[in-house]
């Protein structure tokens, strides 16, 4: 069973500090996908940044990077420079059975979250 | 502009009322998941199709829950009879066949008094 693990419930950092959000995850299978998303207080579920298991370089998407640790089972989020519209919580997830490709056929498992705050 | 359609956005129901959900996922998506969010759970997996096929219902009280894909556009999810620990906002999210990351609906929120 695939099993994702966020210890920090909530963070906090400067604005235009940069700050890592830390993800864990546990699985058997070496063909995997692991993802990070954002709920602001309005409620949706937004989509930052995807790493597959064999993909070599760490995942970048703008002030988004995530810290990539096959060896420790980690997939740390870095915001760089952070901004005041970053304060939301954030999802770590996984999803098994996701091959180079990109295709994809496991279920899409989340973390608890992290409420990260922003402060001016 | 691809999103994922979710309705309703609100529901208020009475114990023992049948409700339910629809997701009209982005088109061309090939996957479907439900979730479930309360504060104390979390983001619960309730279920998820690819190519309209169940894959995993696991997470569902199979008594009262039922999850469908009638065809490709259209997924729902009832509840009947619904009661008051049913409250949460239920989410629907889509996926690409070549594409693992989800797309998530607006949600819904749902109230049984």
């Known amino acids: 069973a695939q099993k994702i693990t966020q210890t920090q419930p909530g963070m906090f950092v400067q604005e235009k500090e940069a700050v890592t959000l830390d993800c864990t995850y546990d699985t058997s299978d070496p063909s995997y996908g692991l993802f990070w998303y954002k709920q602001p207080s309005s409620g949706e579920m937004i989509f930052l940044i995807y790493q597959g298991s064999y993909d070599q370089q760490n995942a970048t998407e703008g002030r988004y990077s995530l810290n990539f640790q096959k060896a420790r089972k980690s997939a740390n989020l870095v915001i760089s420079a952070s901004q005041l519209g970053d304060s939301a919580m954030y999802f770590c997830?996984?999803?098994?059975?996701?091959?180079?490709?990109?295709?994809?056929?496991?279920?899409?498992?989340f973390g608890q979250g992290t409420i990260l705050t922003v402060h001016p | 502009d691809a999103r994922v359609t979710q309705t309703p956005r609100h529901k208020v129901t009475e114990m023992g009322q049948e409700v339910t959900m629809r997701c009209q996922p982005i088109l061309g998506h090939n996957t479907v998941f439900w979730y479930r969010q309360t504060m104390m759970q979390g983001l619960e997996l309730l279920a998820y199709?690819?190519?309209?096929?169940?894959?995993?219902d696991s997470g569902m009280p199979k008594d009262r829950f039922s999850a469908e894909m009638p065809d490709a556009t259209l997924a729902t999810l009832k509840i009947q009879p619904s009661e008051p620990r049913d409250s949460a906002v239920y989410f629907c999210a889509s996926a690409g066949r070549r594409h693992p990351e989800a797309f998530f609906g607006q949600g819904t929120r749902l109230t049984v008094v």
């Open positions: 199709f690819r190519n309209r096929a169940p894959l995993d």
């Open positions: 997830a996984m999803r098994e059975g996701t091959n180079a490709g990109g295709t994809s056929y496991g279920k899409l498992t």
